[in-house]
Nanobody, 127 residues
Framework: QVQLVESGGGLVQAGGSLRLSCAASGRTFSSYAMGWFRQAPGQEREFVAAIARSMGSRSYADSVKGRFTISRDNAKNTVYLQMISLKPEDTGVYYC????????????????????WGQGTQVTVSS
């Protein structure tokens, strides 16, 4: 089992940048596929980005393509979400998620396919 703790959220003006981090416990982080999801007030949680065990396999929601970058550092047991050109519609609670993966390139974009979740970190983008 892995525990996930997000950090790096905050208040930023439109056009600004933030980098979210998700630190994982345990020694098997490299065997997990990871994802970021977000939930805006009054809305359902939605997929943002995913990364496979291999850094070469990544996926993004259309709404964040070209602005967000997901990456991972297995030596630090951490996955990141670099966000630039932030918009007010990016506001929400951002959650890190993980699932054990047997393959290097497996990606998952459905939240139902992730077994482990962090507590979330708030991102607020002001206009």
């Amino acid at each position: 089992q892995v525990q996930l703790v997000e950090s790096g959220g905050g208040l930023v003006q439109a056009g600004g940048s933030l980098r979210l981090s998700c630190a994982a416990s345990g020694r098997t982080f490299s065997s997990y596929a990871m994802g970021w999801f977000r939930q805006a007030p009054g809305q359902e949680r939605e997929f943002v980005a995913a990364i496979a065990r291999s850094m070469g396999s990544r996926s993004y929601a259309d709404s964040v393509k070209g602005r967000f970058t997901i990456s991972r550092d297995n030596a630090k047991n951490t996955v990141y979400l670099q966000m630039i050109s932030l918009k007010p519609e990016d506001t929400g609670v951002y959650y890190c998620a993980g699932r054990s993966s047997r393959t290097l390139y497996e990606l998952r974009i459905s939240e139902t396919e992730y077994a482990y979740w962090g507590q979330g970190t708030q991102v607020t983008v002001s206009s």
